[in-house]
T-cell receptor, first 113, second 113 residues
């Protein structure tokens, strides 16, 4: 596609439930990032994929968070046993090989009630 | 680790005023520097970038110069418009290898007529 696509755009879930957030990067982009943005804050790094593998997952806050990118394109961020503190906008970005510019999606607004 | 420090907002200016948003960085390597903008209700967009020392990035009347000696990348615009009201994020990425984008906390700009 023309840009980074994230679905759903909004997700409301109950505390304790499991959620999956999807990211479709720009076609051909090898690098893919997940960030979390809380109200009034800058994007906080979660995980970075280069191809299919997680090159850096140091930003995942705990083991309830997990992300995959099985074919090196689409990625899914998975959150187990959601907590109210997980409420935020989850951003995905992709970057082409040899480029320094990351392109961001519109984000998924997750609300845990 | 790598970090970006930018002035806290909100910044409120009258239309046609001069804008400066300060940004300084700390990096273990040699970074590329960026300003991203987030308009109300929209996703992050790249505003401008600079990839080496003394480079000047510019777009939509905004400018920022990569100053290695002061580790700074201040954003400036000579005459702001109401439509410039947004949140501005300074960011860096280290060149080479598997690297993440590191963001500042964001500076909210409000331009009043």
């Amino acid at each position: 596609g023309a840009g980074v696509s994230q679905t759903p755009s909004n997700k409301v879930t109950e505390k304790g439930k499991y959620v999956e957030l999807r990211c479709d990067p720009i076609s051909g982009h090898t690098a893919l990032y997940w960030y979390r943005q809380s109200l009034g804050q800058g994007p906080e790094f979660l995980i970075y994929f280069q191809g299919t593998g997680a090159a850096d997952d140091s930003g995942l806050p705990n083991d309830r968070f997990f992300a995959v990118r099985p074919e090196g394109s689409v990625s899914t961020l998975k959150i187990q046993r959601t907590e109210r503190g997980d409420s935020a906008v989850y951003l995905c970005a992709s970057r082409g090989q040899g480029s320094t510019e990351a392109f961001f999606g519109q984000g998924t607004r997750l609300t845990v009630v | 680790g790598d970090s970006v420090t930018q002035m806290e907002g909100p910044v409120t200016l009258s239309e046609e005023a001069f804008l400066t948003i300060n940004c300084t960085y700390t990096a273990t390597g040699y970074p590329s520097l960026f300003w991203y903008v987030q308009y109300p209700g929209e996703g992050l967009q790249l505003l401008l970038k600079a990839t080496k020392a003394d480079d000047k990035g510019s777009n939509k009347g905004f400018e920022a110069t990569y100053r290695k000696e002061t580790t700074s990348f201040h954003l400036e615009k000579g005459s702001v418009q109401v439509s410039d009201s947004a949140v501005y994020f300074c960011a860096l990425i280290l060149t080479g290898g598997y690297q993440k984008v590191t963001f500042g906390i964001g500076t909210k700009l409000q331009v009043i007529p």
